[in-house]
């Protein structure tokens, strides 16, 4: 049997994962982290973005993340999210309608709209766009 690693994945809503798994892959902000078990211990800033749970036996489970923090112990990885979703649960038409919202925002130069909110707005989109996309490719 493979070693494994327990991954807790907590949003503000829900517990969305708890399990054991033989890998991690993060979309933290210096780009994507491998999680494998007994890795040094680490604590990054997330990125939004999807994050994947590779379980014993391989199966994968896809969840987007808005970005959050990544705890990494030898035996344990914890994630904390202001927002999780489970990649098949991410509604494409929402996520493409923000696009189009923060984008709007952005190029209307006399709007009295928050820039940098609007920007976190495009980026969590696209993150959610280019998930979707990546599910696809897989057939699922």
Known sequence: MASTIRVEIVSAED??????AEMVFAPAVEGEV???PRHAPLLTFLRPGELRVRRP???EENIFVSGGMLEIQP???TVLSDT???AHDLDEAAAL???ERAERMLADSKADIDEAKARAELIQAAAQLQAIKR???KGR
């Open 15 to 20: 517990e969305i994962f708890s399990g054991e």
């Open 34 to 36: 491998g999680i494998a």
């Open 57 to 59: 036996g391989g199966e």
């Open 75 to 77: 035996h344990v990885v």
């Open 84 to 86: 999780a979703v489970r």
């Open 97 to 99: 309608e923000a696009k």
């Open 135 to 137: 599910l696809r490719k």
